[in-house]
């Protein structure tokens, strides 16, 4: 049915409406657009039906044909549009009453949200007053942007700067977020620069934003140009590091017992750079009492990586480093490994028969935390954290 009706589309044949957007005139059928929406179907049938030519004044020429091709066949490939035309899509299917394109909408624009764009989205919901929308790109500012140290690198380098009216409406939802000032000093430095005052006068700025008392409590941190950046972060990589619950049994390294795994999984796209697990315990000594003797604190580290995803492996390579026993292992990939969202991926480590006796020490460790999901496949594990950056 939807090729056909795709057929009569492109054909114009039987047309008995147009709608004029820009200068762009399209030809359509009364039935299929009543049939699809309530609006429309006011529009034409309704007792205020209008002129066989519509006019169009807020939505895009192409926007308008996606809609059109929406209506005619349920079919648009979401991952190939833009964010900003997206929304104005989704902005179209709120306005003629479409909730199936406003779902695949939102869908499709929650996957593409990124730090580097999420400004421009809040800005553009906000104006269109597109509140479900609005409220999924507030959420996704506070979970992936305020914490994040890329984010803040990036509006020092990308700016994009959003209007008064919007920045009192972010730090009204996100009032608890503790990098929220260090935001708020960023826009009201720019916003001097639009001003044409001097940046050192953002205080002017920030006084005349009329914030909640909260926020301006926090003023004098601000001046001082203490910002509440991430906790930690490794050469520009944001840094996970599970939380120690309980000691385990340790891992001990022996024939038939040589690897060890543990699955993650995130619910958005990631650059995984690096990992981090525990170092070997101290070997036992053999004379305990003899201080005489000097036994090393380091040793080498040489295992094998493997990254695994639907049983194939996606990375694999050889680890071979000086560390110190009862420590950590800081693990870089030799090329970052893009996570996508929802999909698990084992991580896999291999020591050759040159490691057998070694043991590592074992913990239980936290599950989760800023939106990233570990699985442990062991009781404890020498798993301990990853390195980042968001895409």
Same mark, same amino acid.
Request: glycine share 2%; hydrophobic share 35%; net charge negative.
């Given at each position: 049915?939807?090729?056909?009706?795709?057929?009569?589309?492109?054909?114009?044949?039987?047309?008995?409406?147009?709608?004029?957007?820009?200068?762009?005139?399209?030809?359509?059928?009364?039935?299929?657009?009543?049939?699809?929406?309530?609006?429309?179907?006011?529009?034409?049938?309704?007792?205020?039906?209008?002129?066989?030519?519509?006019?169009?004044?807020?939505?895009?020429?192409?926007?308008?044909?996606?809609?059109?091709?929406?209506?005619?066949?349920?079919?648009?490939?979401?991952?190939?549009?833009?964010?900003?035309?997206?929304? =104005?899509?989704?902005?179209? &299917?709120?306005?003629?009453?479409?909730?199936? $394109? %406003?779902? *695949?909408? +939102? #869908?499709?624009?929650?996957?593409?949200?990124?730090?580097?764009?999420?400004?421009?989205?809040?800005?553009?919901?906000?104006?269109?007053?597109?509140?479900?929308?609005?409220?999924?790109?507030?959420?996704?500012?506070?979970?992936?942007?305020?914490?994040?140290?890329?984010?803040?690198?990036?509006?020092?380098?990308?700016?994009?700067?959003?209007?008064?009216?919007?920045?009192?409406f972010v730090v009204q939802l996100s009032i608890d977020s503790?990098?929220?000032?260090?935001?708020?000093?960023?826009?009201?430095?720019? =916003?001097?620069?639009?001003? &044409?005052?001097?940046?050192?006068?953002?205080? $002017? %700025?920030? *006084?005349? +934003? #009329?914030?909640?008392?909260?926020?301006?409590?926090?003023?004098?941190?601000?001046?001082?140009?203490?910002?509440?950046?991430?906790?930690?972060?490794?050469?520009?990589?944001?840094?996970?590091?599970?939380?120690?619950?309980?000691?385990?049994?340790?891992?001990?390294?022996?024939?038939?017992?040589?690897?060890?795994?543990?699955?993650?999984?995130?619910?958005?796209?990631?650059?995984?750079?690096?990992?981090?697990?525990?170092?070997?315990?101290?070997?036992?000594?053999?004379?305990?009492?003899?201080?005489?003797?000097?036994?090393?604190?380091?040793?080498?580290?040489?295992?094998?990586?493997?990254?695994?995803?639907?049983?194939?492996?996606?990375?694999?390579?050889?680890?071979?480093?000086?560390?110190?026993?009862?420590?950590?292992?800081?693990?870089?990939?030799?090329?970052?490994?893009?996570?996508?969202?929802?999909?698990?991926?084992?991580?896999?480590?291999?020591?050759?028969?040159?490691?057998?006796?070694?043991?590592?020490?074992?913990?239980?460790?936290?599950?989760?935390?800023?939106?990233?999901?570990?699985?442990?496949?062991?009781?404890?594990?020498?798993?301990?954290?990853?390195?980042?950056?968001?895409?």
């Amino acid at each position: 049915l939807s090729r056909r009706y795709q057929r009569l589309l492109l054909s114009e044949n039987f047309n008995d409406c147009s709608f004029k957007v820009d200068q762009k005139v399209f030809k359509c059928h009364k039935l299929i657009l009543s049939a699809a929406s309530p609006v429309f179907e006011a529009m034409f049938y309704g007792p205020m039906s209008q002129e066989t030519e519509i006019r169009i004044l807020d939505i895009s020429p192409d926007t308008f044909q996606l809609l059109i091709e929406y209506i005619y066949t349920c079919d648009i490939n979401f991952e190939q549009q833009s964010l900003e035309t997206l929304i =104005e899509l989704y902005y179209s &299917g709120e306005k003629y009453i479409l909730p199936d $394109l %406003v779902r *695949n909408c +939102l #869908e499709a624009i929650r996957e593409k949200l990124r730090y580097q764009n999420i400004l421009p989205a809040i800005d553009l919901s906000f104006y269109m007053n597109l509140q479900p929308l609005l409220q999924t790109c507030i959420l996704f500012f506070k979970k992936y942007c305020l914490d994040e140290y890329q984010f803040f690198r990036e509006i020092k380098t990308n700016y994009y700067h959003i209007a008064k009216k919007c920045l009192k409406f972010v730090v009204q939802l996100s009032i608890d977020s503790k990098n929220l000032p260090c935001f708020i000093k960023e826009w009201c430095q720019q =916003e001097c620069k639009s001003l &044409g005052l001097n940046e050192c006068e953002y205080k $002017l %700025v920030f *006084n005349d +934003l #009329e914030l909640p008392n909260q926020i301006k409590d926090s003023e004098p941190i601000i001046s001082d140009q203490t910002c509440f950046l991430p906790k930690r972060f490794f050469g520009g990589y944001n840094y996970i590091e599970r939380v120690y619950y309980k000691a385990c049994r340790p891992f001990e390294v022996h024939e038939g017992f040589n690897e060890f795994n543990v699955n993650v999984k995130t619910d958005r796209f990631i650059s995984l750079a690096g990992m981090v697990i525990c170092s070997r315990l101290m070997p036992q000594l053999t004379t305990p009492c003899d201080t005489s003797i000097s036994y090393d604190q380091e040793y080498c580290e040489n295992l094998e990586l493997e990254i695994m995803c639907d049983n194939e492996i996606i990375h694999e390579q050889s680890i071979e480093q000086k560390v110190n026993y009862n420590c950590d292992v800081n693990i870089y990939l030799s090329r970052k490994v893009t996570l996508t969202p929802n999909m698990e991926y084992r991580i896999r480590f291999i020591w050759d028969r040159s490691a057998h006796g070694a043991e590592y020490p074992c913990a239980l460790y936290s599950t989760e935390a800023r939106g990233v999901k570990f699985i442990d496949l062991n009781m404890g594990t020498i798993f301990k954290g990853i390195k980042y950056s968001n895409l």
